[in-house]
């Protein structure tokens, strides 16, 4: 069985600060992983994956997240945030091959302050 | 990438009383989602709804309290049965595409009094 783990319920952060959300997993195979965003009243947006290969994997709007295999961590960063970066982020892991099978961590709300 | 529309995007029920949730999306897909989000907490897969067959449910969840209908490739509805404060949730569809990403919709916030 997978598990995730995010440490941090809330984050508050002024604008143009860097951010870090942390996430862990757990699972007794390889895994994807995945980061999910969620705006007020909108549905879930990936937000980046990383499925193999570099473990660095970055998004188009500046964020990045780098998966730790000994470590089995997949943080999110942004060296400088925005107000419009507000908003509830998930990680998720699902087994290769079966994006059915997504486990959701309990969710980090970002709040960046002016 | 699939767009998905929901409806209703939120509501406001009575205990005992039954709620179905639509879910359209723009393409023909084979696998459609239902997921709950308890407020506070993660998001939860109820049962994967299956074109031409009955849904399967994920342990917790059963038909009798969440019948699923799949009549085409592109929706499915969701019926919440026989309300309870404790199903006041949101409720997400989502779909798969290709292998790895799955996509979602805007959900429906579901209050129970």
């Known amino acids: 069985a997978q598990s995730v783990t995010q440490l941090d319920s809330q984050v508050p952060v002024f604008e143009e600060a860097p951010v870090e959300l942390r996430c862990n997993y757990s699972s007794s195979v390889s895994v994807y992983l995945f980061w999910y965003v969620q705006y007020p009243n909108q549905g879930l947006q990936l937000l980046l994956k990383?499925?193999?290969?570099?473990?660095l994997v970055k998004s188009i709007n500046g964020f990045e997240a780098e998966f730790n295999k000994s470590q089995t961590s997949f943080h999110l960063r942004k060296p400088s945030v925005h107000i419009s970066d507000t908003a509830e982020y998930f990680c998720a892991v699902s087994e290769p091959g079966s994006a059915r099978q997504l486990t959701f961590g309990s969710g980090t709300q970002l709040t960046v302050l002016p | 990438s699939a767009v998905i529309s929901q409806k209703p995007s939120r509501d406001i029920c009575q205990r005992g009383t039954s709620l179905t949730i639509q879910c359209q999306v723009d393409?023909?897909?084979?696998?459609m989602f239902w997921y709950r989000q308890q407020p506070g907490q993660s998001l939860t897969l109820i049962a994967t709804a299956n074109q031409g067959s009955e849904a399967t449910y994920e342990s917790g969840f059963v038909i009798d309290k969440f019948p699923i209908s799949r009549p085409n490739l592109t929706f499915s509805t969701l019926t919440v049965s026989n309300m309870s404060p404790e199903d006041s949730s949101i409720y997400l569809c989502s779909v798969v595409q290709g292998r790895t990403e799955a996509f979602f919709g805007q959900g429906t916030r579901l209050t129970v009094v």
């Open positions: 990383y499925l193999s290969g570099s473990t």
């Open positions: 393409s023909q897909v084979t696998m």
